[in-house]
């Protein structure tokens, strides 16, 4: 369905628009170069034009280049082999190239969430006042210094909901282990848990060796006590992350369709390029 059509709304047109065909020819292209991208990314951020230009980089490396990485190998037997045939169905893929469409739009999700964690570390390296890289590097992306001399140590995660308990754990018997070489050099430590999104409250719990920041907080730390630096670096990832999307369905998407679709016709297509399903569900199970 088109990007901008407004949402089905009744079940008559919910079912004509599951029948749309699977396609990236709505898709936008790309509209600035990287020059322009990094001069409205030192705007927003109010940062200067080196640091903007290393985030514009690192948006394009982690989006573009990753997903040309994924498709180096098309891997055919490996994407049959975990080819859900019966959601194929479901979705209503038709042609060996539906197959080949959401196989493509499966590793494009997956890559446009990776790439938007990397460039969130990237972009919270970049702006946050005096960070650097830690000198104990142990489970911590940077560390700051205060006016105080204390070192204070930051694990970026996407949302607080990203570190399962036995993780927990882990930071905080590495963060007593880090406290104790620190200390040593007469220095002292505080630990973060830093999440981008989803924490409302900075909280310690008894027990826990590291401070769970808000994730409001923890952008205005990034944006030097800037309001709503998280919303500014939203509309960047945004910016930055559409742009490339556009440039990956302009230059990649098309050959990688044909690649696969060519390479899988013989294995679950018939003569006029419709899914054989009898052929299908033998390949996946055999």
């Known amino acids: 369905m088109h990007p901008d059509a407004p949402p089905p709304v009744t079940s008559k047109e919910l079912a004509a628009a599951t029948q749309d065909p699977l396609s990236f020819d709505e898709e936008p292209k790309r509209q600035a170069s990287n020059a322009e991208l990094a001069d409205e990314v030192s705007r927003i951020l109010h940062i200067d034009q080196q640091q903007a230009a290393f985030i514009v980089a690192e948006a394009e490396r982690l989006y573009v280049n990753r997903m040309r990485e994924r498709f180096s190998d098309l891997r055919i037997s490996e994407r049959l082999k975990r080819t859900n045939p019966f959601l194929l169905r479901i979705r209503g893929a038709e042609t060996v190239r539906d197959w080949a469409t959401l196989q493509v739009q499966s ?6 969430e990776e790439a ?13 006042p005096g960070a650097t890289e830690p000198a104990l590097p142990d ?7 205060d006016s105080d001399g204390v070192i ?15 993780s927990r754990k882990n930071l905080s018997n590495t963060i007593t ?4 070489q620190y200390q040593a050099q007469g220095k002292s430590f505080i630990g973060y848990f830093a999440p981008c999104y989803g924490r409302a409250k900075t909280k310690k719990p008894p027990g826990q060796e590291y401070i769970t920041l808000a ?4 952008w205005q730390r ?18 930055l992350c559409s742009e490339f999307r556009t440039e990956v369905l302009d230059t990649l998407v098309p050959d990688l369709l044909q690649r696969l679709s060519l390479a899988a016709q013989p294995e679950i297509g018939d003569h006029e ?5 009898a052929k299908l569900f033998r390949r996946v199970n055999k």
Do not use: N
């Open 139 to 145: 489970d911590f992306d940077f560390e700051s210094i």
């Open 273 to 277: 390029g419709q899914i054989d399903y």
């Open 177 to 180: 282990r880090v406290k104790e």
């Open 152 to 166: 204070h140590g930051y694990q970026v995660k996407m949302s607080w909901d990203c570190m399962p308990m036995s």
């Open 107 to 112: 590793a494009l999700y997956a890559s446009e």
């Open 215 to 218: 994730s409001k907080e923890f």
């Open 222 to 239: 990034v944006g030097g006590g800037t309001a709503d630096y998280d919303v500014r670096v939203g509309e960047v990832c945004a910016l």
């Open 116 to 128: 938007v964690g990397h460039l969130l570390e990237a972009i919270v390296k970049a702006c946050f």
